[in-house]
C-alpha cells in the first residue's frame, strides 16, 4: 500500500512518528494508502532545515529564481496526466477539473517568473540637499503554507511560488485527505533546479500545524481552510508574532435579475454549484432571482438540468462531477439536505440516493436542487460544501443586494444582469470581496489577488498578484547621502526636509 511520508532537504523523509491518517479511493471507497502524521519534531527538523536553506536563497538573484520558476513551469506542463491522475484518484474532482486546476496553479507560475520586476522597489532622488530616499523588498525567512484537501495543487501554488519566487524558503503543511500532488510538486521543483531545503513538505494534522504556529523561525502562515480553522490559525500565529493570512469558508450567492439571459444564468448555476461536487469554496450555493416571474422560470430551467447532472468516476471522461472526498462529508452534506426539509425548503431534486453500479461504496451523491429556501435557514447560514443549490426568492433589488451584505460570509458574490446600472451599483455597494458581472466563479486572474471579507478571511492581506508579493517580503527604505553632500557640525534638532 502506497505510503506518504514527508519531504525534507530534497528527499523523501520518513515521519518519526507512528500515527498515520487513510488515504480513500473515493470512486470505491477504499483505502488506497496512508499518510504519515508528523510529530512536532519532524515539523521543527523540515523548519531547521529550510532556515539553513534560507540565507542562500535569499542572495540568489531574482532572475535566477525566476530560471527555476520556468523550468518549473515546463515540468509541470510535462507531468500534467501523472498530475491530474493522481489528483483525480485521492481528491475525486474528474481529470478535466483537475488539469483546470493544474493550468490555474500554472498560471501563479508564470507570474512568478516575472519576479525581478514584482520586487522592484521605488527610488526618490534629492528629496533634501544631496539626499536620495530608495526602497526595497526583502524576503521574511522560513514561511509556512497550511492548505485544505479541494485544491491540492492551486492553492500550495498560491503560496509556495509566489514565496519562494520572493527568496523565502518554505514549509507546505497539505491536507492529510490528498497528500500525494504536494509531494509530486516539491519533487519537481527540485528536479527544475531549486536547491535542497528551499521547499519541505510535511504531512500531519493539528499536531503539525501547532508546531508551525508557535514555532519561532516561521515568520508567516498563509492558511486556507474552514472558517472555524482559520480564526484558530489567525489567532495563535499572530499571538505568537507572525505575520498570517487566513482564508475561510464561504457561501457564495448569484444574484439573478429580471432581464438576465436566463439561459446563460442556467448555464452557469449548473456549472458553479455542481461543478468538483460543489467542494469549491468559489462554488455558487445559493441562487436569488428577482421577482416571483424570474423565480419560476429559473426553477423550470433549471430542474431537469439537475436531473441529468451526470455523475461518475473521477477517471470517466463522461462525467461532469465526481465522488466527494470522504463518507463522513458526504454523510454531513447528506445531513444538511435532511436539515432542509425539516426547516420547511422545498426540496426540488434529491440526488442523495445516486448510487454508480459496481460502486456501491463511493462517495457519491447527486445534485440536489432546493427551493423557497429563507434567510433564517441553516442551509442558507452554513457552507455546505457539496452539490446542493438553494433558490432564494426576492421581489427587488434591494433585497437581493441585502442578502450576500449581511451574510457571516463574504466571499464571492455574482450579478448576472444586461443593465449596467445595475452591475455597477451592485459591484459598488455589496460587501463581499470578490465580485462577478455575469461571471458565476469570479475567481480572480493569477496578476490580481484572492480573497474573501469577514468570516471568509482573516488578516489584511489576500493571496497572489501584488498583494502575495507584499505579504511574503518585508520593505526596507534606505535614507543616503554621500560625503560631498554632508554639512560640518552637529545637528541636534529633528531632521527636516531643508
Ligand atoms: P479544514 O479546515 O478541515 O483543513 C484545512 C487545513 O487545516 C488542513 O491542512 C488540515 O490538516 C488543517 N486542520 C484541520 N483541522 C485542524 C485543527 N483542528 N487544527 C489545526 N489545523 C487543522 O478544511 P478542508 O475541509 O480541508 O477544506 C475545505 C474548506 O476550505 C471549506 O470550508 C472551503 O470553503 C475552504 N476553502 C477556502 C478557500 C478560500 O480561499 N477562502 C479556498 C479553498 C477552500
Redesign the pocket.
Known sequence: MREVHHYVSGATSRGRTTRFADVYNPNTGEVSGRVNLAGRDDVIAAIEDAARAFPAWADTPPPRRAHVMFRFRELIRANLDELAHMLASEHGKVIADAKGELQRGLDLVEFACGIPHLLKGEYSENVAAALDVYSMRQPLGVVAG??????PAM?PMWMFVIAIACGNTFVL?????DPSVPQRLAELMLEAGLPKGVFNVVN???E???AI?THPLVQAVS????????R??YSVGSAHGKRVQA????KNHMIIMPDADLDQVADALIGAGYGSAG????AISVAVPVGAETADALRERLTPRVQALRVGLSTSSDADFGPM?SRA?LEKVKGYVERGIQEGAELVVDGRKLQIPSYEDGFFMGGCLFDRVTAKMRIYQE?I?GPVLSIVRVDNFDAALKLPSEHAYG?GVSIFTRDGDTAREFTRRVNVGMVGVNVPIPVPVAFHS???WKN??FGDTN?HGAEGVRFFTKVKTVTARWPTGIRKGADFFMPTLK
Not at 492558511?223 to 482559520?230: E, K, P
Not at 482564508?247 to 464561504?250: N, P, Q, R, S
Not at 467542494?279 to 468559489?282: A, S
Open positions: 497550511i492548505t485544505p484537501f479541494n485544491f492553492v503543511k497539505p491536507s492529510e485527505k500531519g494534522d493539528k503539525a500545524v501547532d504556529l492558511f486556507v481552510g474552514s472558517t472555524d480553522i482559520a484558530y490559525v482564508m475561510g469558508g464561504a467542494e469549491r469554496c468559489m472526498i462529508h457552507e460544501f466571499n484572492f480573497g474573501g471568509s478571511a493571496q
